[in-house]
């Protein structure tokens, strides 16, 4: 496609159902990442895709969290468990291969936990 | 990780002012990206610019890799430009972009 895309743009869910986030990223871009962003904050890097190997899961808030990217392009985010504090702006980004870095920006997906 | 601080916070211009925004870093970077985040949350890239001056339209930035900033020039301010503006680091030795907090820029007519 031209562009990242995620799906869904908005995702409401109960306290401690399970969650799963999509992103497709632009298509022949190796390098792709997981950010959140909570309201009126700053971008927090979660997890850093090479191909479908992670080489950096430091940002993943907790076990909750887990990321997996399948055939080089697809990456799912899933969040069990749903707490009120993952309320928040899930952004995907991807770029080529290093050291060609200039991420590029999907939509996002807003997520609100009741 | 580094620390990435971006000045001034809030910005209020008039339209058809100029404005300068600051990105500092505290480590060698090889790579520099400028966005802005409109109203509808959506980040678009600006400026990819490890070093030297770049332009684009009003649009310019200079980055001075030694000195460890990056400068982000408006001119011309239109109410368009409104919106949160963000700068990201990628250090050397890593693979994680570090995000400054922004500047929220409001352009009145």
């Known amino acids: 496609g031209a562009g990242v895309s995620q799906s869904p743009s908005n995702k409401v869910t109960e306290k401690g159902k399970d969650v799963e986030l999509r992103c497709d990223p632009i298509s022949g871009h190796t390098a792709l990442y997981w950010y959140r962003q909570s309201l009126g904050q700053g971008l927090e890097f979660l997890i850093y895709?090479?191909?479908?190997?992670?080489?950096?899961k430091s940002g993943l808030p907790s076990d909750r969290f887990s990321a997996e990217r399948t055939g080089g392009s697809v990456s799912t985010l899933t969040i069990q468990r749903t707490q009120q504090e993952d309320s928040a702006v899930y952004l995907c980004?991807?770029?080529?291969?290093?050291?060609?870095?200039?991420?590029?920006f999907g939509p996002g997906t807003r997520l609100t936990v009741l | 990780g580094i620390q990435v601080e971006q000045s001034p916070p809030d910005l209020i211009l008039q339209e058809g002012a100029n404005s300068t925004l600051r990105c500092n870093f505290s480590?060698?970077?090889?790579?520099l990206q400028w966005f802005h985040q409109n109203p509808w949350g959506q980040l678009i890239n600006l400026f990819y610019?490890?070093?030297g001056t770049k332009q684009n339209g009003r649009l310019s930035a200079t980055t001075v890799a030694t000195e460890r900033y990056s400068l982000l020039y408006i001119s011309s301010s239109q109410t368009t430009d409104s919106g949160v503006y963000f700068c990201a680091a990628l250090v050397n030795t890593g693979n994680q972009f570090y995000f400054g907090t922004g500047t929220s820029l409001t352009v009145i007519p």
């Open positions: 610019i490890p070093s």
């Open positions: 895709f090479q191909g479908n190997s992670a080489p950096d």
């Open positions: 980004a991807s770029s080529l291969r290093p050291p060609y870095n200039e991420q590029f």
């Open positions: 480590d060698s970077v090889n790579n």
